[in-house]
């Protein structure tokens, strides 16, 4: 593994450079965030590791800096003086990791090679779409358009509960897509299936209305979050009145944070157009993309949903728990509902309790059904 070491002590240079290269990586040093964006600008790096407080341009400047240049690189982030502060920072940013110094070489190398292999995953999956862009694929994008009709045909909903922990109560349930499609049964197959075909609006429209259909199966004081592509907000049966807009007030519609809102044109009057129908917004994948907190700023929502990356293993995690702490709290000065997805054991359930987050949503309490499932309280 090629890997960048940024750090304005030469002591800390040494040590990491002589401890990693032992375990087998090959590392190069540099000894400001300066130069290492320089180096990261001519060569290939397979994960950056980089101090968080340095002279001149700061690590998270550095990381910022990192971003516009390459969506893909890893970048890990040491600090000898952890903060609430850079670690959200750090998440806004896209860091891959974030571990104050003391961190153990056993844990850190784990770290690195886990960023290798994401990175190589990315970089496979760049190269895959780089290369069906420059074929010609009429025949395979007929074949392909096929299965997709067949899809959208035969989609159906499934629901996973999001509950209120303090109450054991049922606060709503999100709607999942599914498809009895054979070759497009995986939600990622169907969304890069329309994507390449360029009728993701199509496959939105079919969501909301397969949602519609099955609201009557809900508990009647029970809402329903719905994921929207930043594309459904270009589309103007969203804003028609139909079976949706009838039950709006009991609608959550999902924005992904994954994705860029800077295609949407008159995004703050779409928006207001939406509320004025009665629906509320969540922000969804919070923590999860790079464009990070702006997504609040733009969308104001009465839900944030944070990504299951700062869930999983969070009881084990402290650095996780100030993050997550940190967010609960800010949102709930702006009288907005945390819901943390992605739970999985009673350990990080109670973990986010402390934190402040109420609303939990994950298989430790049920996994996605045809109907609303039973919650397991115990």
Not at 358 to 367: C, H, T, W
């Amino acid at each position: 593994m090629r890997l960048l070491l940024v750090d304005d002590s030469e002591f800390v240079r040494r040590a990491y450079r002589d401890g990693l290269t032992r375990r087998g990586f090959e590392v190069d040093l540099a000894a400001s965030a300066e130069e290492g964006l320089a180096r990261a600008q001519s060569e290939m790096y397979d994960v950056i590791l980089s101090d968080v407080h340095m002279g001149g341009m700061t690590g998270i400047e550095f990381l910022k800096s990192i971003r516009e240049l390459n969506l893909d690189v890893p970048v890990v982030l040491l600090t000898g003086d952890p903060s609430v502060e850079t670690a959200a920072q750090a998440v806004e940013y896209g860091a891959y990791r974030y571990f104050p110094k003391s961190v153990s070489l056993d844990v850190l190398e784990e770290a690195l090679h886990r960023a290798e292999r994401y990175h190589a995953m990315a970089r496979l999956k760049r190269s895959v779409l780089s290369s069906a862009a420059a074929l010609d694929w009429s025949g395979e994008r007929s074949a392909l358009e096929g299965r997709f009709q067949s899809a959208v045909n035969c989609l159906w909903v499934a629901f996973q509960p999001i509950v209120s922990w303090p109450n054991r109560h049922v606060h709503g349930y999100e709607v999942l897509v599914r498809s009895n499609e054979g070759t497009l049964k995986r939600p990622s197959e169907l969304f890069d299936a329309a994507e390449r075909l360029g009728r993701l609006v199509d496959l939105g429209r079919g969501i909301r209305a397969q949602a519609a259909s099955a609201m009557h199966i809900l508990p009647p004081d029970a809402r329903l979050f719905l994921n929207l592509h930043p594309v459904d907000l270009n589309d103007a049966t969203l804003y028609d009145e139909g079976p949706l807009t009838q039950v709006a007030s009991r609608i959550v519609l999902e924005i992904t944070e994954r994705a860029s809102l800077d295609s949407i044109p008159s995004l703050p009057q779409r928006l207001l157009d939406l509320r004025s129908q009665g629906f509320q917004l969540a922000v969804d994948d919070l923590g999860a993309g790079y464009a990070g907190l702006s997504s609040m700023a733009h969308i104001e929502p009465e839900y944030v949903k944070l990504d299951m990356s700062l869930v999983r293993g969070i009881d084990g995690t402290p650095t996780k728990q100030k993050v997550v702490s940190s967010m609960a709290h800010l949102c709930d000065d702006l009288g907005m509902h945390v819901v943390a997805e992605g739970i999985e054991t009673a350990a990080e359930r109670d973990a986010l309790r402390d934190t402040g987050c109420e609303l939990l949503q994950g298989y430790l309490f049920a996994k996605p059904e045809s109907r609303p499932p039973s919650v397991r309280w115990d």
